[in-house]
C-alpha cells in the first residue's frame, strides 16, 4: 500500500500541476487520471468503472472567465481512490468525487494566490538575465506546492483510508445508500445535459440521436458506433453536405 500511496500522491500532484498540459491534457480528466490512480492501486477494472461514472457527471465542465465549477482532477484522483479503497459500488463514485471536488477549489485557489508569490521572483530573475532561474521558479516551487496541497492528501487518503473508510461504509444506512445511488445516476445525466446545451444545433442533434439509436435499440457496441460515427465524418467532409442550405433560403 505504500508503493501506491506514492503513486496516488505523484498522479495527484501532476493532474494538478500545470506542466501536465505539456503531456497531455487529458491529465484533467476522471478517464485518464482515474484510470491512473486504479492501476497504481491495482485495481484497474473496478477503478476505470469508478472515474468512467465521474467523467461522465463532469462532462460539461469547464472554466470560464476565472470561475471554477469543481477542481476535476481533484475529483478523479480522490474519487476514484476512494471507490476502491470502500469497496463501494463503482455507481457511488460520483457521490465521492462531489465533495472533494469542491473542497478542490479551496486547494486551487491557495495555489494560485501562493503560486503569484514565484511568478514576481521569476520576474526578478529574467530582469537580471538569469533565464535558467526564471524558468525554475515558474516550475519548482508551484510543483512542491501542488504536492503539498493534493499529493500529501491523496497519500494519507490511500495509506490510512481503507480501513476507517470501510467502517464508514458499513456504518451508513441502507436506504442512505439506495438515495446515493440514485444521486450518481443523475448526475451522468446532468452531465450530458450540459454537454448537449454547449454543442447542440440543428445540424448536430441529429447524429447525437442517431449515435443513441445505434447503441440502445440496435445494441451496437462503442466501438461500432465510433467507427460508425469516423465514416460519416469523412463521407460528410468530403462532400460538404453539412454546409448544403435548404433551397430558397439564403445566408444574410
Known amino acids: 500500500?505504500?508503493?501506491?500511496?506514492?503513486?496516488?500522491?505523484?498522479?495527484?500532484?501532476?493532474?494538478?500541476?500545470?506542466?501536465?498540459?505539456?503531456?497531455?491534457?487529458?491529465?484533467?480528466?476522471?478517464?485518464?487520471?482515474?484510470?491512473?490512480?486504479?492501476?497504481?492501486?491495482?485495481?484497474?477494472?473496478?477503478?476505470?468503472?469508478?472515474?468512467?461514472?465521474?467523467?461522465?457527471?463532469?462532462?460539461?465542465?469547464?472554466?470560464?472567465?476565472?470561475?471554477?465549477?469543481?477542481?476535476?482532477?481533484?475529483?478523479?484522483?480522490?474519487?476514484?481512490?476512494?471507490?476502491?479503497?470502500?469497496?463501494?459500488?463503482?455507481?457511488?463514485?460520483?457521490?465521492?468525487?462531489?465533495?472533494?471536488?469542491?473542497?478542490?477549489?479551496?486547494?486551487?485557489?491557495?495555489?494560485?494566490?501562493?503560486?503569484?508569490?514565484?511568478v514576481h521572483r521569476a520576474e526578478k530573475f529574467l530582469d537580471n538575465g538569469n533565464i535558467t532561474a526564471m524558468r525554475m521558479m515558474n516550475y519548482i516551487p508551484s510543483g512542491i506546492l501542488n504536492f503539498i496541497v493534493t499529493g500529501i492528501p491523496a497519500f494519507i487518503l490511500v495509506y490510512f483510508g481503507a480501513g476507517p473508510m470501510q467502517q464508514l461504509l458499513d456504518a451508513i444506512p441502507d436506504p442512505f445508500v439506495s438515495a446515493m445511488q440514485v444521486v450518481g445516476a443523475i448526475m451522468p445525466a446532468l452531465g450530458i445535459a450540459m454537454l448537449i446545451s454547449f454543442m447542440g444545433s440543428k445540424k448536430i442533434m441529429p447524429f447525437y440521436f442517431l449515435g443513441f439509436i445505434l447503441a440502445v435499440y440496435l445494441n451496437l457496441d462503442i466501438m461500432a458506433v465510433t467507427a460508425i460515427a469516423a465514416v460519416l465524418g469523412i463521407v460528410f467532409y468530403n462532400t460538404g453536405f453539412l454546409d448544403m442550405k435548404p433551397k430558397g433560403k439564403e445566408t444574410n
Open 1 to 118: 500500500m505504500l508503493i501506491s500511496a506514492i503513486l496516488v500522491a505523484i498522479i495527484s500532484t501532476i493532474c494538478n500541476w500545470w506542466p501536465n498540459h505539456l503531456i497531455t491534457r487529458s491529465w484533467l480528466y476522471p478517464v485518464w487520471s482515474g484510470f491512473l490512480v486504479a492501476l497504481a492501486m491495482g485495481e484497474p477494472m473496478i477503478g476505470m468503472q469508478a472515474a468512467a461514472y465521474i467523467n461522465l457527471a463532469y462532462l460539461g465542465w469547464i472554466t470560464a472567465g476565472g470561475t471554477m465549477p469543481g477542481n476535476l482532477p481533484v475529483a478523479a484522483v480522490f474519487g476514484t481512490a476512494m471507490t476502491i479503497l470502500s469497496g463501494a459500488d463503482p455507481s457511488l463514485a460520483v457521490t465521492f468525487a462531489v465533495p472533494f471536488s469542491l473542497f478542490g477549489i479551496l486547494t486551487f485557489q491557495l495555489t494560485m494566490s501562493l503560486n503569484a508569490l514565484w
